[in-house]
């Protein structure tokens, strides 16, 4: 009598591009059945250290940023230690001479009273101009200084608040993208779940088969010996 043998169906390859069929051969019954394997990990772990690369590039220039700040600070604040205090407007007294005094006083005669004040006002010298200070000097230089400082000050402020924003846009974007790539791998679990019940159930079904193969097998194996002996 022939022998019997059953042929086992190979279960259809997923359609998922990302999940990956490998077939696998039962070591008992020699029934062969498939395995997936998921490759969204993968591509998922390069995304995400891609964007903690970008992350932290940004915060490298943000801190760069932060520095040239505060050296901009510490710079006007020495040009403020540095300017010299005004000084207090000369009094007319201190810019005047002292009256010349005549030796021949006492052997000329003594002059009259209008002759007395006129002369005391020919001989009074005009007074002095003021001598300007040096700090009136240095003042358009501190001024253009000063205001150098502020605008590297505002462009530093302003370079700041950019990337700030630029960071926080980042941030919100990773998480989003986090977010997304987590739900699109618990889908992925849980549809390769499903699949590997559906083949945990087939591979049930064809063990079950092959069991009821080899009976009949041993049945007809016993009959055949019967009618052998009769």
């Known amino acids: 009598m022939p022998s019997m043998s059953?042929?086992?169906?190979?279960?259809?390859?997923?359609?998922?591009?990302?999940?990956?069929?490998?077939?696998h051969t039962c070591p008992k019954c020699g029934a062969e059945y498939a395995h997936t394997l998921d490759e969204h990990n993968d591509s998922d772990k390069r995304r995400i250290s891609e964007l903690e690369s970008q992350i932290r590039l940004l915060t490298e220039k943000a801190t760069s940023a932060v520095d040239k700040l505060t050296d901009y600070e510490d710079e006007l604040r020495r040009l403020k230690s540095t300017q010299p205090p005004p000084e207090p407007p000369r009094s007319s007294t201190d810019t005047e001479a002292p009256r010349p005094t005549t030796s021949s006083s006492t052997s000329a005669p003594k002059p009259s009273r209008f002759s007395s004040l006129l002369g005391a006002r020919r001989d009074t010298p005009p007074p002095l101009p003021p001598v300007p200070s040096p700090s009136a000097q240095q003042q358009p230089d501190l001024r253009a200084a000063l205001e150098r400082e502020q605008s590297l000050r505002a462009a530093a402020e302003g370079k700041l608040t950019a990337m700030s924003g630029e960071i926080e846009d980042l941030s919100v974007q990773l998480f989003q993208q986090a977010n997304e790539m987590v739900a699109t791998e618990r889908k992925a679990r849980a549809k390769l779940e499903e699949r590997v019940a559906v083949l945990e159930s087939r591979d049930d079904e064809k063990r079950k088969r092959l069991?009821?193969?080899?009976?009949?097998?041993?049945?007809i194996e016993r009959v055949r010996g019967l009618l052998q002996v009769g």
């Open 211 to 219: 069991e009821r193969l080899e009976g009949a097998m041993r049945r």
């Open 6 to 23: 059953a042929a086992v169906p190979t279960p259809n390859p997923p359609d998922d591009p990302y999940l990956r069929v490998q077939a």
